[in-house]
């Protein structure tokens, strides 16, 4: 009787190990890594630094482009509002060989100083940025989507950032507009977001810049991998130049929400899958005795949250194993039981989603499905080189 005893105490004991372990797991990404990195000195200022009597640098203004007929004209007027030195300033649409009229509507705006570079072939985002950074003039480039909107003060702000030599990219920050016109997207989880991002930039620079609108120095931009998103490359082309990207609350980019929410999905898997090809294609950025506080981050925000529907299902399922052995772990099994019943009616009933103890857990559990789904395709051999912009 002792052994079998025994035995049935020692597996109550290892599968509570792995009740805290999955615990810890699930909640280290979102809670415990920020918690941890808030120990970290602040080695980066991330302020702008006033230009005082310095000339402005000059500026390449790359705006990516593909079939883009229908909102090219509207991204050419918004960035010829911008207030800059008309002598420091060229602006270049990079077309990823659209087939629309995308090119030739641009070329009805070279007399106001707007140039078209076309890549030689369709091999994605990446690539038409690299052809405009072939021909850029500009010590400062910087990228943006046509779906962005940028204020007429938003480059003179980003270039004071630059002022310090430590800074070697920079960040906007997103604002989503509905499509009624009024500024959407305040809700916790984005807020979150941001607040995660600001606390990143002030340790050691953040690890994914906003890819819709973002600067860089030209010579941080000579490695351009067009494998890997260019957000991404950047910030870690800075940390191998020991130079860090910040985020700049003055830099804002605006731009609509995806109309639909089956194309936001896609969004994401994109965005995934594109995200787990660049740390296959770059594991030194994963290597902390190399890449320091900048691979930290890499594991706590990107690599961890890869991960956290796994860690999620695992602590579902040893929740649930636990359950008849004492009240703490049916009350832990019963609250996610409730967490996914709230996701569900979320699911099936839309209206409910307006409601915010509905709304935070069907997004939460959307991004990890998303997540899932990708991380499944990416093992199965799914790659992603051409873009297709969002329809917004």
Known sequence: MVIPTLNLVMRSFDMEIIFAVLFLLSIYSYFLYP??????????????????????????????????EDRIREKIENSLSIKYDEDLIEIIVASDCSTDSTDSIVKEYSDRGISLVRADDRKGKEYAQLCAIK??????????DVATQVKPESLQNLTKYFNDSSVGAISSEDVFISQDGSIAG???????????????SNKGGLVGLSGSFFAARKEICEAWDIGVPSDFNT??????????????SDVVGYYQDVKNPALE???????????????????????????????????????????????????????????????????IFWMQIIFYSL????????????????????????????????TIQYILGKRITVWQPSKR
């Open 35 to 68: 918690i941890i990195l808030k120990f970290f000195p602040n080695r980066v200022i991330g302020k702008a630094v006033s230009n005082g009597g310095n000339k402005l640098p000059r500026l390449t203004f790359i705006i990516t482009a593909y079939n883009e």
């Open 135 to 144: 021909k850029a003039q500009g010590d400062i480039l910087v990228f943006s």
């Open 186 to 200: 305040e809700g916790a989880y984005v807020k979150y977001e941001m607040w995660l991002r600001r606390l990143e």
């Open 235 to 248: 910030a870690l082309n800075c940390a191998k130049a020991g130079k860090v990207a910040v985020s700049c």
């Open 265 to 331: 999905y896609r969004r994401k898997n994109r965005t995934i899958i594109r995200g787990i090809t660049a740390l296959a294609k770059h594991p030194e950025a994963l290597n902390p005795f190399k890449m320091g506080l900048f691979s930290f981050q890499i594991w706590g925000h990107k690599i961890m949250r890869w991960a956290e529907p796994w860690f999620m299902i695992g602590f579902l399922f040893i929740s649930f194993a636990l359950a008849n052995d004492h009240i703490f772990y049916a009350s």
């Open 343 to 374: 996701v569900l009616i979320g699911f099936f009933i839309a209206a409910s989603r307006e409601y915010i103890f509905i709304k935070l857990p069907f997004f939460f559990v959307q991004v990890n499905i998303a997540i899932a789904h990708s």
